[in-house]
């Protein structure tokens, strides 16, 4: 099951519950009402069940909104020799040559 919630300060938090094997997640998101996960162009990057997404680094949403996230979860980790960051990380998985789970079904959050 994946949840998520707008925070006080406009960041997404996004939880998940773990998946059997799993040592890394990718989060797909796209731009605000983009419902259709082939559009979900940015990616995020945790090894953990709980991932933010920074106010700084959100989509454009005004009130109305909705912004859809799914989870993906990998049998493998990125070590920071190979990338440095959480975006060049999830990049990483997306594009190398592993095999993710199925997409979780979206959370969808509305933005206030």
């Given at each position: 099951?994946?949840?998520?919630?707008?925070?006080?300060?406009?960041?997404?938090?996004?939880?998940?519950?773990?998946?059997?094997?799993?040592?890394?997640?990718?989060?797909?998101?796209?731009d605000?009402?983009?419902?259709?996960?082939?559009?979900?162009?940015?990616?995020?990057?945790?090894?953990?069940?709980?991932?933010?997404?920074?106010?700084?680094?959100l989509?454009t949403?005004?009130?109305?909104?909705?912004?859809?996230?799914?989870?993906?979860?990998y049998?493998?980790?990125?070590?920071?020799?190979?990338a440095?960051?959480?975006?060049?990380?999830?990049?990483?998985?997306?594009?190398?040559?592993?095999?993710?789970?199925?997409?979780?079904?979206?959370?969808?959050?509305?933005?206030?």
């Amino acid at each position: 099951m994946i949840t998520g919630v707008i925070n006080s300060d406009n960041s997404i938090t996004v939880n998940w519950d773990a998946v059997d094997n799993a040592e890394s997640y990718l989060i797909h998101y796209g731009d605000a009402n983009i419902a259709d996960p082939h559009d979900a162009k940015y990616m995020g990057y945790s090894e953990a069940t709980s991932w933010t997404l920074a106010t700084v680094d959100l989509p454009t949403l005004v009130t109305g909104d909705k912004i859809y996230f799914y989870v993906q979860a990998y049998n493998v980790k990125v070590d920071d020799k190979t990338a440095s960051t959480a975006v060049e990380k999830a990049r990483y998985l997306h594009d190398g040559p592993f095999t993710g789970s199925a997409w979780s079904t979206p959370v969808t959050l509305t933005a206030k």
